[in-house]
């Protein structure tokens, strides 16, 4: 039988209000919190919008929320706390800050987890009186519909606790999987990134447009990875023919260590992306639109096939 916790959010933004309603549908009890009076008001309304969009229906929807309590401070959220998730903005001083609030107010053995997308656990958790109950939990957007959370170990993380936040997560239904060292980016966003790299240098050496790379990616290895990620397929297709083609590849493909002039330039042009309407491309809001949409109706629909 799975046990319930008492969980404590503390931001109650994009990732805060998912990993709320996600505890919250597995049958924990969790109190969210943010400085932000308007975002504690609306964050009801928020989880109730993005479990309807994720198709559940209102029975579920009434009972998650039931589960959820919003509370004015973090000394407020934490104080009965066995887990705290921490989603406030990506800034290192900030969060430090509330670590140091939430160790103030929170029992000594609450487990304490940071949802930074790139920073140091081990930088942000350095000030702790109690080290060895901190780790990191890279939850990914949109947090109640990607499956994957990354568990980060810091060195002072006790294997114990690393271990009962994966059981918690693994029980609420997310894919959890464990990163033994504290390094930059973690697992995921360094495979991620990797591929970017490349991504904007077949287009900063004129090889390709960005269009092109795109419909590469979506049209041939991107299909399968999903379901067969790139060690299966090393092992799928041989370690010798892997073996083969690094061999006349990898002395070509980018390996710079800073970001790309290309992408700088992009940024000091105001070229952000969909927000500004170029970046790599040229967006309209309809278009920016509909991918969003899209990206939304794939996740929604990958969960349903993916589970059969
Ligand atoms: N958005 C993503 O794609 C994504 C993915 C993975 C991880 N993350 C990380 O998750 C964290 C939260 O990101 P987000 O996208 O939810 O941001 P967001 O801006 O949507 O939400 C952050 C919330 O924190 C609140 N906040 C501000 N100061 C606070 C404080 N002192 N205490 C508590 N809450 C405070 C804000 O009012 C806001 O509601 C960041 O560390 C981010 O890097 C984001």
Redesign the pocket.
């Known amino acids: 039988m799975s046990v319930t916790y008492n969980i404590a959010v503390?931001?109650?933004?994009?990732?805060?209000h998912g990993i709320a309603l996600t505890l919250a549908k597995a049958g924990h009890s969790v109190t969210i919190?943010?400085?932000?009076a308007e975002?504690r008001a609306s964050v009801a309304d928020r989880i109730r919008h993005s479990m309807q969009a994720m198709g559940d229906d209102e029975q579920t929807i009434v009972d998650a929320l039931s589960l959820i309590a919003v509370a004015d401070s973090?000394a407020g959220a934490v104080a009965k706390a066995d887990v705290v998730f921490e989603?406030?903005?990506?800034k290192m001083a900030?969060k430090q800050?509330?670590f140091a609030d939430i160790e103030a107010h929170a029992p000594d053995d609450c487990i304490l987890a940071s949802?930074?997308?790139?920073m140091p656990i081990t930088e942000i958790m350095s000030g702790l009186r109690l080290k060895n109950r901190a780790l990191g939990t890279?939850?990914?957007?949109p947090p109640h519909m990607i499956p994957l959370v990354e568990v980060i170990k810091t060195e002072w993380t006790d294997p114990a606790i690393a271990q009962t936040m994966f059981d918690l997560l693994e029980q609420a239904g997310k894919t959890p999987v464990m990163v033994e060292k504290d390094v930059p980016g973690f697992i995921g966003n360094r495979l991620q990134h990797a591929l970017w790299r490349e991504a904007i240098s077949l287009v900063e050496n004129g090889i390709c447009d960005a269009e092109a790379v795109d419909t590469v990616i979506k049209s041939s290895f991107g299909r399968r990875l999903a379901v067969l990620g790139p060690l299966e397929n090393a092992d799928l297709v041989g370690t010798d023919l892997t073996l083969d083609i690094h061999q006349n590849v990898l002395h070509d493909i980018e390996a710079r260590q800073g970001p790309s002039p290309y992408l700088e330039t992009l940024v000091a042009d105001q070229k952000l992306g969909m927000k500004t309407g170029e970046g790599f491309r040229k967006w309209t809001e309809d278009e920016a639109d509909a991918v969003r949409a899209r990206v939304a109706s794939h996740l929604k629909k990958l969960e349903t096939i993916l589970e059969s």
């Open positions: 503390i931001g109650a933004g994009l990732m805060g919190t943010d400085p932000v975002a973090t989603a406030a903005p990506e900030l800050a509330i949802n930074t997308s790139v890279h939850w990914w957007n």
